[in-house]
């Protein structure tokens, strides 16, 4: 059967990852981009102190396992999903720990997803509310039981609040109700394409997928989502 | 899958409460199995239960019954260790039925 | 700033110091779910089980009533929580579905693949054996405690595989799970989210599993629901018995100690 | 292994079915014709008006539902009638294809109680239908129905 798959000694410091932490992300309505920035840097300080304290002696790790490792011996492809999913990047290795944390590494991680983000050239990031609604309603794309040529889903409902009135929302990320309030300065745009494009620009190791640059969704798809969000006559925005 | 049947009969001060499980699938006729195939109707379509020879409970359902239906009825007039018999008919015309002593 | 601090974002960085708005709030399916009582349909799956058990079937034309699934030749009483475990005549840590295709293959004589290949049922088909024989052993385990063991060693290195696997974050969506499954009181759409990470989660999953499934009129195991969620961790297909669904049912396990086995449940 | 199983399955079932053989013949029993009209009908008001004159509403009536069913496939519902020589009820499901869903006789002696499971499409209104004394009586209750799970 299955031999355990064990690799003699990894390399530790993956393993102890720790420093920047997730910073809190305000409630939705009330903080604009710059405060939320500041914020961001300022906890470096903080993680940096919190790296010493937990750094894990590497002699003391005998066997530690290799979980891409097991992995890969425990998954097959279906439907053109194949193992190179299971190939990880250096964001994924560096957040893959309890602390959900990137230790070091947070800031240059922080910075490659900043600048890698794709602003649209036209300078337009709003498109049609009605579309973002079913964007943020579908829960499917890229799943082996998914048909590879349906437009992917951004599944937004899972963990956020968002329209009035739905009431089937998750409660993982903060809700969204009114975000439009923000208003639609250069900053915030820029501030809101680049969370829905890469969040870990803004916070490294957060949970919420990569949907631009991870080719989730198209940048027209995200215009529509940015519409659900800021477009005033969105449900999001609507009292009832 | 049809068939298998579970009941439970306990009086409940002095009124019998018999609880019925039925395995049927209660197919409405709009649904596809896993390869796309629709699968046509296939529901339980009468219930009947007795009490001796009494008749205590009759049923019409159509196939918006859940599948592998749940009854609960309850019954005045009867006493521990009286024999309740709870049988179906569906629109295949097979039929099962089971039968319980009170308790 | 309206509030100051970790917030909401905080929970879901997962930073240990979680302030944020742990809105405790009972789930929304409490009323709906206390309206089924005990009468739970699995019990004819679980019937179906008892008699594929004792039936000759397969190339060998032999029952199950010689596999060992921990407590010694034939003994299904009170098995399942004490599953995974690390198993002599192979040599590894095996869990229930892993050990039941290992009896099936050794002892009846079927092929493995074929034994895989239909193992669970799809959307509106009937139950599978695998089905019906795992949800026999669950019911056959009513009330007795949770109690995976960590005496060998590789059972010890199940469970860390398994916890490293728990926070292995991968695939185009990032996912780990530890995504949905760190947090107390959180839910995906209006599915509340058990935190696996420590013993109330841990129990109240590891012993209502397999659970019958009122949509789709069907029991659906641990391994089902292991592979259900790395389809949408956007993996690829997750295999019943394997390295990953051993070592990561070994890390809840452990977690999950102590719980009483009231299985199979009933659930969405 | 599936095929195989189906065919199992459907032998131990058929054993089960035919042993039934000798239950009491369902058809002789003349208080049980069927409203074919009211389980045909396509809208509530259809079904209603197919088991007799206009049902008033009563609050004699406890009807049992969900406020949110975490999957329309199994609503539990339980009706309780109190108006006097109940003899019959009947459960309605507004946005089904189907509202009728069943109908239940009670005769004399049996408590004027059911309970069991329906499905409902989507949200929308659960109607119990009373007969108590050759007269209709109705209640309803709004149940919300989620599509449960992650969305996935």
């Known amino acids: 059967m299955m031999k355990r798959l064990m690799i003699s000694l990894f390399a530790l410091s993956l393993m102890s990852g720790c420093g920047q932490g997730g910073n809190g992300e305000q409630s939705a309505a009330s903080t604009n981009p710059q405060a939320q920035a500041g914020n961001a840097s300022g906890n470096t300080e903080q993680g940096a102190q919190a790296d010493a304290a937990s750094d894990t002696n590497a002699a003391s790790a005998v066997m530690a396992p290799d979980p891409d490792a097991i992995l890969r011996t425990s998954m097959q492809a279906r439907n053109g999903v194949g193992l190179d999913r299971l190939d990880q990047d250096s964001l994924q290795i560096a957040c893959s720990n309890a602390e959900d944390r990137a230790g070091d590494q947070a800031g240059k991680l922080r910075e490659a997803a900043m600048a890698a983000i794709e602003f649209p050239e036209d300078g337009n990031y709003l498109g049609d509310w009605k579309k973002g609604e079913a964007i943020a309603q579908n829960g499917r794309g890229m799943q082996y039981s998914d048909d590879p040529d349906d437009p992917n889903g951004g599944n937004c409902y899972a963990c956020h609040e968002l329209a009035a009135g739905e009431v089937a929302y998750g409660t993982m990320g903060p809700s969204l109700r009114n975000y439009g309030q923000r208003g639609q300065s250069e900053a915030m745009l820029k501030y809101t394409w680049g969370k829905i494009w890469n969040p870990h620009a803004y916070m490294v190791c957060s949970h919420m997928p990569r949907f631009g640059e991870a080719g989730i969704l198209t940048p027209d798809q995200i215009r529509h989502v940015m519409a659900l969000l800021l477009d005033p006559a969105s449900p999001v925005n609507k009292a009832e | 899958m049809a068939g298998r049947m579970r009941m439970r009969a306990r009086m409940s001060g002095d009124v019998a409460e018999v609880k019925v499980l039925m395995q049927h699938p209660m197919e409405t006729g709009q649904r596809k199995d896993s390869e796309g195939k629709p699968i046509p109707a296939h529901y339980i379509k009468e219930v009947m239960a007795t009490l001796g020879d009494r008749t205590v409970m009759a049923a019409q359902w159509g196939a918006a019954i859940s599948q592998n239906p749940y009854l609960s009825f309850r019954i005045k007039d009867a006493k521990k260790g009286d024999t309740v018999k709870v049988s179906w008919t569906d629109n295949k015309g097979e039929t099962a039925s089971t039968e319980a002593k009170i308790g | 700033m309206a509030m100051s601090g970790r917030m909401m974002g905080g929970l879901l960085g997962g930073a240990l110091l979680a302030v944020g708005l742990a809105q405790a709030q009972d789930d929304t399916f409490d009323e709906y779910r206390s309206m089924f009582g005990d009468d739970n349909p699995a019990i004819f799956i679980v019937d179906e089980g008892s008699e594929l058990w004792t039936q000759a079937r397969g190339p060998e034309n032999v029952s199950l009533e010689q596999c060992d699934l921990g407590q010694g030749p034939g003994v299904v009483e009170n098995v399942y929580g004490q599953l995974p475990r690390y198993f002599e005549d192979t040599d590894s840590v095996m869990d229930l579905e892993g050990r039941l295709i290992h009896c099936m293959v050794e002892l009846q004589g079927f092929k493995r693949e074929e034994i895989i290949e239909g193992i669970y049922s799809g959307a509106g088909d009937n139950g599978t054996e695998m089905e019906a024989l795992v949800a026999y052993v669950a019911d056959a385990s009513q009330g007795s405690k949770v109690a995976v063991p960590q005496s060998h060693p590789e059972e010890k290195a199940a469970y860390k595989a398994g916890e490293a696997l728990f926070y292995h974050r991968a695939g185009p969506y990032d996912f780990s799970c530890a995504t949905c499954h760190r947090q107390s009181d959180k839910r995906i759409r209006l599915q509340s989210l058990p935190n696996l990470t420590e013993a109330e989660g841990a129990r109240a999953t590891y012993t209502t599993w397999p659970a019958y499934r009122i949509s789709q009129g069907v029991v659906r195991t641990m391994g089902w629901r292991m592979r259900n969620c790395a389809r949408q961790q956007r993996l690829p297909e997750l295999q019943p018995g394997s390295e990953a669904v051993v070592d990561l049912l070994m890390y809840m396990g452990v977690n999950a100690e102590g719980g009483s086995m009231d299985a199979p449940g009933l659930k969405r | ?152």
């Open chain 4, 1 to 152: 292994m599936d095929a195989y199983r189906r065919s199992l399955l459907k032998a131990v079932g058929a054993a089960t079915a035919l042993a039934a053989a000798g239950m009491v013949p369902l058809r002789a029993l003349a208080a049980m014709s069927r409203p074919e009209k009211a389980f045909e009908a396509t809208d509530p008001q259809g079904a209603m008006t197919a088991l007799g004159d206009s049902a008033a509403e009563s609050d004699q009536i406890e009807l049992e539902t969900p406020d949110i069913a975490e999957n329309g496939a199994v609503v539990p519902i339980s009706v309780t009638s109190k108006l006097p020589k109940t003899t019959r009820i009947s459960v309605l499901v507004e946005k089904n294809p189907n509202p009728m869903s069943a109908m239940f006789m009670i005769p004399e002696g049996t408590e004027p109680f059911i309970q069991t499971r329906v499905k409902v499409a989507e949200t929308g209104n659960i109607y119990a239908l009373v007969e108590a004394d050759g007269k209709l009586y109705k209640a309803s209750s709004q149940t919300k129905v989620t599509l449960g799970g992650c969305g996935g």
